[in-house]
C-alpha cells in the first residue's frame, strides 16, 4: 500500500520560511505528477502547488513568487519550500499524485503567527 508521509511544518512568524517534504514510493514518483494541498478546518482542500514528471510546475496565484516546489526523484521526494508566510498560509498540508488515486497521508500543520 502506497504511504504518503508529509513533514517539515511548524510554528513560524509572519515573513518566515519553511521546507515541506513529501515520500513516497519510487513508483508513484517516476509515474505521476505530484500536487500539495492544503486545508483548514471547516474549509475544503485546494491545491496550492504541483509538479510533473518532467518538471514542470503550478501555482496557486495566493503562493506564486512565495512558494516553490521541486522533486528529488532519486529520493522520491517532493519539497514544498515556503517564504515570506503570512497568517492566510496556515492549514494543513498534503501532498498526492496527480490524478488523487492514493489515500490521502496525515498531512503536516504549518501555522503562521507571531
Not at 38 to 55: C, D, H, Y
Not at 88 to 106: H, K, L
Request: proline residues 4%; aromatic residues 10%.
Amino acid at each position: 500500500q502506497v504511504q504518503l508521509v508529509e513533514s517539515g511544518g511548524g510554528l513560524v512568524q509572519p515573513g518566515g520560511s519553511l521546507r515541506l517534504s513529501c515520500t513516497a514510493s519510487k513508483t508513484m514518483f517516476s509515474t505521476f505528477a505530484m500536487d500539495w494541498y492544503r486545508q483548514v478546518p471547516g474549509k475544503q482542500r485546494e491545491l496550492v502547488a504541483g509538479i510533473t514528471t518532467n518538471g514542470t510546475t503550478n501555482y496557486d496565484p495566493s503562493v506564486k513568487d512565495r512558494f516553490r516546489i521541486s522533486r528529488d526523484s532519486a529520493s522520491s521526494i517532493v519539497y514544498l519550500q515556503m517564504n515570506s508566510l503570512k497568517p492566510e498560509d496556515t492549514a494543513v498540508y498534503y501532498c498526492n499524485s496527480r490524478p488523487v488515486i492514493f489515500g490521502w497521508g496525515q498531512g503536516t500543520q504549518v501555522t503562521v503567527s507571531s
